[in-house]
């Protein structure tokens, strides 16, 4: 055993194997009050860590005196060791035998963010009660007790065994970038721009002999990563007709492990973001749709002064809310639906775009950040104008209502408004004044649409329609 431990402190990974079978040893026995593995990781040897777990090392084993290996790696802020323990099996939930402390109490009062969110994502109980009583939500610090609240609203609505497909928004999938979305950025050869986004442009490109679009995040700070890490997270989680489909992404290696430096303040990794040297920025392949957005066909049929006819109408309805339906059934809200983020593909159909704002429901309270920016305000529900707190999928119904009115009268919302009242304020006027686009009366579309127009925008969001009740409104509509 004294061999053994003393090729650990040596670093040599490579023959532990060797040691272990010539000498026949227990690889889970205790020498000096502690396992090879907490000495493993005593000793912050990832490679030592690794090879014992993979030769049988129980991640779970550990004496009074050293704690449990998972708990030796959180108190010291050991990410990687932290992840490959939980990769391999360690109990999230293990509790110390002396005062019952989980890794996520140690986690969220050393204010680890990366952490917290890592036990998270395998499933850590954020209720379980220590000695005095006190769950890792009583112990959290300001800086990840947001996140906390949001995931234990989540935790409660879910069951354990959901948590294999559970994607926490705050955060990249850790195993995502290994999976089969990762592309092989040299192949991607970029043939005309086609948009400016709000962080980066969309080019078109040629890519293992497919045209594909490319949504590229140019400016890299710690906000627009998030964007990316969103719409990815969200984008690798879907797969329906009536949503864009993902080829694949780019996440830069060097941005990656920047951000996977330990105890990341996020001003300091900004700061080494600039100074490092990015081969590539961060992008998203996506298939690609020529015909443009649902927002330049309204534009140009009314230009031509042309109307849609009745089934084209119910169709986009349809396809939106297939798409959206889909959406929520997953749990995500899109936040920033709206016809400039819809696409039409060759046979007419369309597909919802740009996931960057969406997040994962939260039932009754939004810590998010990012909750009083998100969205384009004249598709933005009442609820958010307003500045509330709480809100739910019924926001996107809202948006649903005025893609809708978009559809009929091929124009921006507010368009008349805005142009008629010099600073019009639309939060004011749509958040406590009820006011919504005119609903001329014309026979423009089914009287069920208009019908559906009204409901969706209903000021109370609980007397909106869900997806599922506007799917089957929509088709029960005849001709
Ligand atoms: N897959 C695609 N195929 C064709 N055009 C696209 C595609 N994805 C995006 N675009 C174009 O790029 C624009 C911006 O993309 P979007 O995802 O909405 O980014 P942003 O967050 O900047 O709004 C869209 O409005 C559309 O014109
Ligand atoms: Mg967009």
Same mark, same amino acid.
């Given at each position: 055993m004294q061999?053994?431990i003393n090729i650990?402190?040596?670093?040599?990974a490579?023959?532990?194997?060797m040691?272990l079978?010539s000498?026949q040893?227990?690889i889970?026995?205790?020498?000096?009050?502690?396992?090879?593995?907490?000495f493993?990781?005593?000793?912050?040897?990832?490679g030592?860590?690794?090879?014992l777990?993979?030769?049988?090392?129980?991640?779970?084993?550990g004496?009074?005196?050293?704690g449990?290996p998972?708990?030796?790696?959180v108190?010291?802020?050991?990410y990687e060791?932290?992840n490959?323990?939980l @990769?391999f099996?360690?109990n999230?939930d293990q509790?110390?035998?002396?005062n019952?402390?989980?890794?996520l109490?140690?986690?969220?009062f050393?204010?680890?963010?990366?952490?917290?969110?890592l036990l998270?994502?395998f499933?850590?109980n954020p209720?379980?009660?220590d000695?005095?009583?006190e769950?890792?939500?009583?112990?959290a610090?300001d800086?990840?007790?947001?996140?906390?609240?949001d995931?234990s609203?989540k935790f409660?609505?879910y069951?354990?065994?959901l948590?294999?497909k559970?994607?926490?928004?705050y955060q990249?999938?850790?195993?995502?970038?290994k999976?089969?979305?990762?592309?092989d950025f040299p192949? &991607?050869k970029e043939?005309?721009?086609?948009?400016n986004g709000a962080f980066?442009s969309?080019f078109?490109?040629e890519?293992?002999?497919k045209y594909?679009?490319v949504k590229?995040?140019s400016n &890299?700070h710690g906000?627009?990563?998030e964007?990316f890490e969103r719409e990815?997270s969200?984008l690798c989680?879907?797969?329906?007709?009536n949503i864009?489909?993902?080829?694949?992404?780019?996440y830069?290696?060097?941005?990656?492990q920047?951000?996977q430096t330990e105890n990341k303040?996020?001003?300091?990794?900004e700061e080494?973001l600039?100074?490092?040297?990015?081969?590539?920025d961060?992008c998203i392949?996506?298939?690609?749709l020529?015909k443009?957005?649902?927002?330049e066909?309204?534009?140009?049929?009314?230009?031509?002064?042309?109307k849609?006819?009745?089934p084209?109408i119910v169709?986009?309805a349809?396809?939106?809310a @297939?798409g959206?339906k889909?959406?929520?059934s997953?749990?995500?809200?899109?936040r920033?639906?709206?016809?400039?983020?819809?696409?039409i593909t060759e046979?007419?159909?369309l597909?919802?775009?740009?996931?960057?704002?969406?997040r994962?429901?939260?039932k009754e309270?939004d810590l998010?950040?990012l909750?009083f920016?998100?969205?384009?305000l004249?598709?933005?529900?009442?609820?958010i104008?307003?500045? @509330?707190?709480?809100?739910t999928?019924?926001?996107?119904?809202?948006?649903y209502g005025?893609?809708?009115?978009?559809?009929?009268?091929?124009?921006?919302?507010?368009r008349v408004h805005?142009q008629s009242?010099?600073?019009?304020?639309l939060?004011?006027?749509?958040?406590?004044?009820k006011v919504?686009?005119q &609903?001329p009366?014309?026979?423009q579309?089914p009287q069920?649409?208009?019908d559906?127009?009204?409901?969706?925008?209903?000021?109370?969001p609980d007397?909106r329609p869900?997806?599922d009740?506007?799917?089957k409104?929509l088709s029960?509509?005849?001709f």
């Amino acid at each position: 055993m004294q061999n053994l431990i003393n090729i650990i402190l040596s670093h040599e990974a490579e023959k532990i194997p060797m040691i272990l079978k010539s000498y026949q040893l227990d690889i889970n026995s205790f020498f000096l009050d502690r396992t090879p593995l907490q000495f493993a990781i005593q000793d912050k040897h990832l490679g030592c860590i690794k090879v014992l777990l993979e030769n049988g090392a129980d991640p779970n084993l550990g004496n009074e005196n050293y704690g449990f290996p998972l708990k030796m790696a959180v108190s010291n802020n050991f990410y990687e060791i932290t992840n490959l323990l939980l @990769e391999f099996g360690a109990n999230v939930d293990q509790a110390d035998q002396k005062n019952q402390e989980t890794a996520l109490h140690f986690a969220v009062f050393s204010s680890n963010e990366r952490i917290t969110k890592l036990l998270l994502s395998f499933g850590a109980n954020p209720f379980l009660k220590d000695e005095f009583d006190e769950t890792p939500i009583d112990l959290a610090t300001d800086k990840v007790l947001a996140f906390l609240k949001d995931y234990s609203i989540k935790f409660i609505d879910y069951s354990p065994s959901l948590f294999d497909k559970f994607i926490n928004p705050y955060q990249m999938d850790t195993k995502l970038n290994k999976r089969e979305y990762s592309i092989d950025f040299p192949q &991607l050869k970029e043939i005309q721009h086609i948009a400016n986004g709000a962080f980066g442009s969309v080019f078109i490109a040629e890519y293992k002999d497919k045209y594909v679009a490319v949504k590229k995040f140019s400016n &890299l700070h710690g906000y627009s990563l998030e964007l990316f890490e969103r719409e990815i997270s969200v984008l690798c989680k879907c797969n329906h007709p009536n949503i864009i489909q993902i080829i694949g992404y780019h996440y830069p290696e060097e941005i990656l492990q920047k951000n996977q430096t330990e105890n990341k303040e996020n001003d300091k990794n900004e700061e080494i973001l600039k100074k490092s040297e990015i081969k590539y920025d961060p992008c998203i392949v996506l298939e690609y749709l020529p015909k443009g957005t649902l927002y330049e066909k309204l534009k140009n049929l009314k230009r031509k002064k042309v109307k849609l006819k009745h089934p084209i109408i119910v169709r986009y309805a349809k396809d939106i809310a @297939e798409g959206m339906k889909y959406l929520h059934s997953l749990k995500f809200i899109h936040r920033d639906l709206k016809s400039s983020n819809i696409l039409i593909t060759e046979d007419n159909h369309l597909k919802i775009i740009d996931f960057g704002y969406s997040r994962y429901e939260a039932k009754e309270y939004d810590l998010d950040p990012l909750t009083f920016n998100t969205g384009t305000l004249n598709w933005m529900a009442p609820e958010i104008l307003r500045k @509330e707190s709480k809100y739910t999928s019924k926001v996107d119904v809202y948006s649903y209502g005025l893609v809708l009115w978009e559809i009929v009268f091929r124009q921006v919302p507010y368009r008349v408004h805005l142009q008629s009242v010099r600073n019009y304020d639309l939060r004011n006027e749509v958040g406590y004044k009820k006011v919504r686009p005119q &609903l001329p009366i014309t026979k423009q579309a089914p009287q069920e649409i208009i019908d559906l127009i009204k409901k969706c925008w209903k000021q109370n969001p609980d007397s909106r329609p869900s997806f599922d009740e506007i799917c089957k409104i929509l088709s029960n509509i005849k001709f």
